[in-house]
């Protein structure tokens, strides 16, 4: 049988197999690299994150230079046309990527993979054992220790959500820090946060707007 050309995959199997390539600059990527998105009878797309989904598939980098021209790429490689703009497609990828954190982070949690607070984590991370670091954005100056803003710098660490919210994770009313114990799991865990952190601005009228290692939006002079 000869071997099928590149087309919007039919289903999940494949994206978990196969190289693909970006719908908007052509260039190759792994699946986790990428992100599916899937054609509803409606002739708009949403993200599938897990790539789980069956249906229609294509996939773009999570980057604003393919996401600008998502709704373009996405009609050619579906053969109809998209009616998402580029500007939706962001805000329902930033959108399914917080809810995609969050319950990353309740899977940590389960599995006695993350550590609470400032010392033990510190302590986790000295070790080499605490892969990645969240801090609350309305965490303290005080929390931000010397070993903490290294890591921030080296880009280990990020603030991400309020102290109510890392909280939740854990399950105490405020938490101000949280490692991540496992090296994948902290991968997937900042590259959602860097797709929750995107925002329509960056792909409207040209406008450009870089995200610091701090978490919070720069824009360019």
Do not use: N
Request: glycine letters at 12%.
């Amino acid at each position: 049988m000869a071997a099928r050309g590149r087309t919007p995959s039919d289903g999940p199997s494949a994206a978990r197999t196969r190289v693909r390539a970006c719908a908007a600059c052509q260039k190759p990527g792994e699946p986790d690299e990428l992100v599916r998105w899937v054609l509803g009878p409606d002739g708009h797309v949403v993200p599938d994150l897990g790539a789980r989904a069956f249906g229609r598939g294509a996939w773009l980098h999570p980057a604003p230079d393919c996401l600008r021209k998502a709704q373009s790429a996405l009609s050619r490689s579906f053969r109809t046309q998209v009616l998402t703009s580029a500007e939706e497609a962001v805000q329902l990828l930033s959108e399914a990527a917080g809810v995609q954190v969050g319950r990353l982070l309740g899977q940590a949690k389960r599995q006695g993979l993350l550590s609470e607070g400032g010392t033990l984590t510190e302590e986790a991370y000295q070790e080499g054992r605490a892969s990645a670091i969240l801090v609350a954005a309305d965490a303290g100056r005080a929390t931000l220790k010397p070993w903490l803003e290294r890591a921030i710098e080296a880009g280990r660490a990020r603030i991400w959500g309020t102290k109510d919210e890392l909280g939740r994770f854990w399950g105490r009313p405020e938490v101000a820090v949280l490692g991540i114990l496992d090296q994948r799991l902290a991968k997937r865990v900042f590259g959602g946060i860097a797709m929750a952190l995107l925002a329509p601005e960056q792909v409207s009228r040209g406008k450009r707007i870089e995200t610091s290692d701090r978490g919070l939006a720069t824009e360019d002079e």
